[in-house]
């Protein structure tokens, strides 16, 4: 009975092949989409997985208490560490990471490499994450101050293929001895380590260490197995309003609640956290693709059950024909499932193909190395079995239960099988479709929108010129001591506009404190971001200032005693408009309130405009510009643009005049800014390729009704013509239907996408609206492709003589 | 075999009510070879597709080998035709994507016979059929005759007890038509029981007894003079 099935569903494939290849065309489109998407999935799930007990590992982070909308932070104060380990008889193992992000100049003999991502950090490291070492062992490999432990291919970058484990190396010229060697494959790693030096070695003072308020440790720590995790957070957090609180001096408390996040959680989880380092995944991301590939399958799933059901006519014979023979409707079910299966199964083996040879692609453009072998991974090789019945069922049942449905009477009776005598189906299909092309609308949709933020990220007014200014950290102790010589050489380059030094350009690291405003007889303590500017910062980046003036050499009180502020901070601080903010009194107290040597008490002599000196998820904060040149550490060029390659020579020359022992390492600006949204530039190219493949796996289909549509009404059109109907008549009868469902599609797509996108827009601190012609475009669009690929059959069916099709009947 | 009293079918669509058939009753014995006779639409393939399992009657009943059978369930109706019946049709009804041998074959797939079996039975009813030659040819490929010699070739292969044939030469020539009825006549003499709806009065003629129909009700029924005793 089996073979005799295949044969038939075997032969039934080949006699239609159209249909079997527009079924097979989108199904397999569709599954490709949905195994890259999975093996996407499935990868960005694996993080920190391979860790031994990294399910018992947990990270400290903290949510503000003090603004509207609470920041996660990824770091916190080194206490948490201290204390949990020694108070909290659940907690195992605890283990801090300095949070630092310079890159450091590392040499052996001659050879000199800017490395980064080297942590500082506990000697517990790997204790906590216990990394496979290829060199050396873990136990005690930073226990002295002094030491290294590389990562393999630094390793082999520095000592080629010996053993360095013994030998020394130098960072940024102190010497350091090599104590092991980490295996490379640490890939999926939510830290990307190049290399681990111990916090001993960073000399930090006991009483720093001891803070509650210093937020520059990422702190991770382990429990003991069956620990309820809820809880030990719960006491956690009742320490720090119980225990902390009252040590506090009352005008700096603590602003923030501590939470425990599982290490799994972290490389997905982390989105919003604020000072996250390593490489991070999106779960908004994730889910979204998952989404979409569930999207996907389903209208290639539609597709089959509309193409099988509108073809069920041209089977309902047989299907007669078999019942009155004596077979049961189980017997015909069982035969056309084998059908939907088989079919099923070919497109599986043509989207395994398609996907293995996309793959090298998708790793290319994510930059992961994922691979899927059906032969070394038998979960995958399950999956796809599953996956083929999964699918086969779903998209054979209701077609198997339609045919097999059939009264033979009824078809063998009469000489034309009619659509009319299923008239559920219709309904359904016309439910398919509709669910089909709101689906579609919606993914235009949401690529639409997410083309427009990103656009709209890369193209903001930013409220500073970011176009040809080469970015770079000063090195080596001449340079920083003569930096004004420096920057003066610099700035007599040819090409070179103008030059400043500073530490707090847009897109790069800024510092973060407390300033005191000064107001009615009170001392108001206000969160600011500190940027240390020179007399050119202005005019390097081209902001604009809205009231006073700018800082002045002349004047040497501005270089103590002067503040440029933003106008948010103006609002913020509730100095009134612009112009009654200049001269108004601000005070900083570098060190706290306890070395008066260190305040910073000076005037407002300048409102500069509001400028994006973070990535456009943060909001503007309230901003103080003054001169500081202890924190000065980074280098702005902007250039006239008329021979970049020249000035960025003379770049090159006056920093090896300064500083030739090490090389220099420079970026222009707007590269690091558009660095910030590569996330969403992926996701929208991701978006449209994958909205792309939706739309022609509907069309696919579509195109197949039509088909059938047409032949289904090739009479009728045959008298219509007769009767003197003309082409486009006799076109818009068989679009109509279908334009029709389109418009009921877009109706039920239009609120649910405005929902979700408006959502995920929140997420940007700007963002756009969300313009109507979106809408209006995603709808049209649809019609049209939909008419589009219906008209080409209609025109087809219009334009045929229409005796042939008279007489054949 | 048959025994129907007072069966009644109606059509109702929206507009109009059709009275297939009104109060019939007949009885066909076992071993007879009788056919139904009538203009079109007078009810014929109603009354054959009742007898038949294929459809349902509104009213009265049937009796097949003494079992009510005018309101079985789906499966026992499926169970009834594999086991005891079979079917030709005026448009032979053989699947196009099965070959000959695989047409023929289906019923005994259906009644779950071995493979072996299988292929001894129907290689049987082919030679018989004269039409073992043409076994791996697909219907398209055959002449109407021959179409319709493998259509009773299938009716038969399961040895049914009844066969019901709607106008089997209504699209077949003289020669061709001839030929079927020979074939039907050599089943009936083999002790199959025969219902054979047909408009061809030459045809008739091949049958024991001769029902009429006119607008869904029994007007007559004559033996042929040959049978008469
Ligand atoms: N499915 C149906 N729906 C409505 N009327 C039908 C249907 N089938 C048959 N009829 C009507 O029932 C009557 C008998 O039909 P039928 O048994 O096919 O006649 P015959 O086979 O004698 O030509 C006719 O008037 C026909 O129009
Ligand atoms: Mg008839």
């Known amino acids: 009975m089996f073979t005799n099935y295949l044969k038939v569903a075997y032969r039934n494939l080949i006699r239609h092949k159209g249909f079997s290849f527009l079924n097979i065309a989108g199904l397999a489109l569709g599954l490709t989409a949905c195994l890259l998407i999975g093996l996407f999935v499935f990868d960005e799930l694996q993080y920190d997985k391979f860790l031994p007990n990294g399910d018992r590992v947990y990270r400290v982070y903290t949510q503000g208490t003090t603004s509207e909308s609470p920041e996660s932070m990824a770091s916190v104060p080194p206490m948490f560490a201290t204390t949990m380990k020694q108070e909290f008889p659940e907690v195992e193992q605890s283990m801090r990471i300095l949070m630092y992000s310079a890159i450091s100049l590392l040499e052996v003999g001659d050879k000199k490499l800017y490395i980064e991502n080297g942590l500082i950090a506990d000697s517990t490291f790997f204790d906590i994450f216990p990394l496979p070492f290829k060199y050396g062992s873990a136990a005690q490999a930073l226990d002295a101050p002094a030491s290294v432990v590389l990562a393999e291919d630094v390793a082999k970058r520095f000592f080629g293929d010996e053993n360095p484990v013994g030998k020394e190396l130098k960072m940024n010229k102190q010497t350091l001895l090599v104590k092991g060697v980490i295996q490379n494959n640490q890939s999926k790693f939510h830290l990307k380590v190049n290399y681990v030096i111990p916090l001993s070695a960073a000399e930090i003072p006991a009483e720093r260490m001891s803070s509650w308020g210093w937020q520059q440790f990422y702190t991770y720590v382990r429990v003991k197995p069956d620990t309820d995790i809820k809880q030990t957070q719960a006491k956690l957090q009742d320490y720090i309003t119980q225990k902390v609180q009252p040590l506090m001096p009352k005008d700096d408390p603590i602003g923030f609640v501590p939470y425990l996040q599982p290490l799994q959680d972290i490389y997905l989880h982390s989105a919003n956290f604020k000072f996250d380092t390593g490489p991070r995944g999106n779960i908004t991301y994730v889910k979204a693709l998952s989404i979409i590939a569930v999207f996907i399958l389903l209208i290639a799933c539609f597709n089959f059950v509309n193409l099988a059901t509108a073809k069920s006519v041209q089977r309902a014979k047989e299907v007669g024909i078999r019942k009155t023979i004596g077979a049961s409707q189980q017997q015909l079910m069982l035969q056309f499932l084998i059908e939907t299966v088989l079919l099923t199964f070919i497109s599986v083996v043509i989207s395994v193909v398609l996907a293995s040879l996309l793959l090298p692609a998708l790793n290319d453009f994510t930059g992961k190395d994922m691979s899927f072998n059906l032969l070394t991974n038998p979960v995958v090789f399950l999956l796809l079995v599953v996956l083929t019945l999964v699918v086969g069922l779903i998209a054979g049942f209701y077609p198997a239960l339609v045919l097999s449905g059939f009264k033979p009477v009824k078809v063998l009776k009469s000489t034309v099988v009619s659509e009319g005598m299923f008239g559920r189906v219709q309904w359904l299909r016309h439910g398919l479709i509709v669910i089909q092309f709101s689906l579609t609308i919606f993914l235009l949709i949401s690529a639409t929108v997410v083309f427009l933020q990103v656009n709209y990220l890369h193209t903001k007014d930013l409220g500073f010129n970011r176009e040809q200014i080469m970015f770079f950290p000063m090195r080596g102790d001449n340079m920083n001591r003569s930096y004004e010589t420096f920057k003066n050489e610099l700035a007599q380059g040819p090409g070179i506009s103008s030059v400043s030094i500073g530490y707090g350009f847009p897109g790069d690291a800024v510092a973060g404190d407390q300033i005191i405003v000064p107001k009615d007889g009170e001392q108001k303590l206000h969160s600011t971001t500190h940027l240390m500017v020179d007399y050119d910062y202005i005019k390097t980046l081209g902001l604009e200032l809205v009231n006073g003036r700018n800082f002045s050499k002349e004047l040497t009180t501005d270089k103590s005693q002067a503040y440029i502020i933003n106008e948010t901070a103006v609002k913020e601080f509730g100095l009134g408009t612009p112009q009654q903010a200049i001269g108004k009194t601000l005070i900083w107290q570098r060190l706290g309130p306890s070395q008066p040597d260190s305040v910073k008490k000076g005037q407002v002599i300048g409102v500069v405009k509001d400028f994006h000196y973070k990535s456009l998820y943060d909001k503007v904060e309230p901003a103080v510009l003054h001169i500081h040149p202890d924190d000065y550490w980074k280098v702005a060029v902007k250039m006239k643009g008329e021979n970049i390659s020249q000035s960025v020579a003379h770049v090159k020359d006056v920093w090896g005049k300064f500083s030739p022992d090490y090389p220099i390492e420079y970026k222009f600006l707007d590269e690091n800014f558009d660095q910030m949204y590569k996330a969403e530039d992926k996701l929208k190219s991701l978006l449209w390729i994958f909205t792309g493949v939706a739309i022609f796996v509907g069309c696919l289909g579509l195109f197949g009704l039509a088909t059938y549509a047409a032949e289904r009404r090739k009479k009728e059109i045959g008298i219509r013509k007769v009767l003197g109907a003309d082409v486009s008549t006799i076109v818009g009868l068989l679009s109509k239907e279908f334009v029709k469902l389109v418009v009921v599609a877009a109706v039920i797509a239009f609120p649910i996408a405005w929902l979700v996108m408006r959502k995920w827009l929140e997420d940007f601190a700007y963002r756009i609206d969300i313009p109507l012609w979106v809408f209006v475009a995603a709808g049209v669009a649809a019609a049209l492709v939909a008419f589009l690929t219906i008209s080409y059959q209609a025109i087809k069916a219009a334009t045929t003589n229409p005796i042939k099709n008279l007489r054949t009947e | ?229």
Do not use: W
């Open chain 2, 1 to 229: 075999m048959i025994q129907i009293e007072n069966l009644e079918k109606v059509y109702r669509t929206e507009e109009v009510e059709t009275k297939a058939l009104n109060k019939v009753s007949l009885v066909v014995n076992d071993g007879e070879f009788v056919a139904i006779m009538g203009p079109s639409g007078c009810g014929k393939s109603t009354l054959l597709n009742i007898i038949g399992l294929l459809d349902e009657p509104d009213g009265g009943s049937i009796k097949f080998a003494g079992t009510e059978i005018a309101h079985y369930n789906e499966r026992k109706r499926a169970d009834l035709r594999k086991r005891n019946l079979g079917f030709v049709f005026q448009s032979f009804n053989l699947i196009e994507e099965l070959t000959v041998l695989e047409n023929v074959e289906l019923p005994l797939i259906y009644l779950g016979v071995g493979a072996a079996e299988r292929k001894q039975k129907v290689e049987k009813v082919l030679e018989k059929m004269q039409i073992m030659h043409r076994r791996n040819h697909f219907p398209q490929q055959l002449s109407g005759g021959q179409q319709q010699r493998v259509a009773v070739a299938r009716a038969v292969i399961n040895a049914p007890r009844l066969i019901l044939a709607d106008e089997p030469t209504g699209n077949l020539d003289s020669s061709n038509g001839n030929e079927v009825m020979e074939l039907l006549t050599e089943l009936n003499e083999a002790g199959t029981t025969i219902i054979m709806v047909t408009h061809s009065e030459h045809d008739a003629r091949y049958a024991h007894r001769v029902i009429r129909l006119l607008d869904g009700e029994v007007v007559m029924e004559n033996v042929h003079k040959q049978f008469t005793v």
